[in-house]
């Protein structure tokens, strides 16, 4: 075989890769992520899959956007309805909708978390803590977190995010505002231990009333029953002797009521 034979598919090899390596016509789109082709500067009217895409060389590119779920840990600074500062500790997961990726860069660009997402969390953050007085968000967080949630999935959705959870993780007022709600608690719960103190004292005294009220009832209708019946006396005194007869000095016993009285 002659020299040129060989070094001509040799060349062309060379030429190739170097080709391959300066031009670079081959873009691939990661796993998670969208391509946004660019072409002269003009955004394609789709998002490319995950995988290999040929691209003119040095007239087209093509942007990878991550469409992944993403967990952002985040805190905030706002002020309650009664003016109160609290630092909201919070968690939102995300992604860019894949088939708006496209749009996202054509709108916005790959830096939309800083320029959409966080205005808007932060905002909707505010705007829902401020209807809260200090003490009742404590109290009402699960309702502010869901409330939070709701207006985030309505606002984004349209700017090509879904925000598919958000919790709050923290309510942090300052030291002196703890204290006092501290304090507030403890006098609540001593003044309610009090108050049920007193009803108990208050129910205790009005059954004793009611029993009492009834004995001397009962004492009235049967002093009046044992005056109008002599032999309801004679009863009385049975159901209360010992079976033992009186002893007199004159050294006789004799029954203490009438036996005979039926005669």
Known sequence: MKREEIATPLVVIILLILFIIFCNPIAMVGVGERGVKVTLGVVSEQSYPEGIHFVTPFISK????????????????????????AKIAYVINYNLQPENAYKMYRQVGWDYEDKILMPV???TIKDVIGKWNAQDLVA?????????????????IDNYINVSDFKITAI?????????????VTAEQEALKAKNKTVQI?????????????EAKSMAIRANALTQNKALVEYEAVQKWDGKLPQYMLGNSIPFIDLHSGK
């Open 62 to 85: 093509i942007v990878s956007m991550d469409v992944k779920t993403k967990k952002k840990d985040m805190m905030t600074s706002v002020y309650t309805k009664d003016i109160q500062q």
């Open 121 to 123: 969390v932060e905002g």
């Open 140 to 156: 009402n967080r699960e309702i502010a977190t869901s409330e939070i949630l709701i207006k985030l999935q309505k606002h984004l």
């Open 172 to 184: 942090n007022y300052s030291d002196v505002f703890e204290k006092a709600i501290e304090s507030k």
């Open 202 to 214: 208050e129910e205790e005294a009005k059954q004793k009333l009611i029993s009492a009220e009834a």
